[in-house]
């Protein structure tokens, strides 16, 4: 079975950083591009970040433009998000999410979140002083 197991999350004070991580479980991610996107409560679920099967196309929204940085390790089937100087804003649960449609490369999985297939069940990042 096809799962992504999120991890951790937790409570950070406003400039504080955290490492979420993304890991794989029954299937390798060698061949899935990898979204990050989050939902906040009350809002609608947004696409964070995404990187390449290769890893060499990487994409942010604009929100978090130069504080989260994506990597994957396809060696430990496990994709990370990097978050720096964290917002208040930024308070949401952060999912890691992959597809086999067309539409599930970086960077358009970020505008098609619906289409993606294989979702975990997240993981909860609060940012509050």
């Known amino acids: 079975q096809l799962q992504f197991v999120e991890s951790g999350g937790g409570f950070v004070q406003p400039g504080g950083s955290l490492r979420v991580s993304c890991a794989a479980s029954?299937?390798?991610?060698?061949?899935?591009?990898i979204g990050w996107f989050r939902q906040a409560p009350g809002k609608e679920r947004e696409g964070v970040s995404c990187i390449s099967v290769s890893g060499t196309m990487v994409k942010y929204a604009d929100s978090v433009k130069g504080r989260f940085t994506i990597a994957r390790d396809n060696a430990k089937n496990t994709v990370y998000l990097q978050m720096n100087s964290l917002k208040p804003e930024d308070t949401a649960i952060y999912y890691c999410?992959?597809?086999?449609?067309?539409?599930?490369?970086?960077?358009?999985?970020?505008?098609?979140?619906?289409?993606?297939?294989?979702w975990g069940k997240g993981t909860l990042v609060t940012v509050s002083s």
């Open positions: 999410a992959a597809g086999a449609t067309a539409v599930a490369g970086c960077p358009a999985m970020l505008d098609y979140d619906y289409a993606m297939e294989y």
């Open positions: 029954g299937f390798t991610l060698d061949y899935y591009a």
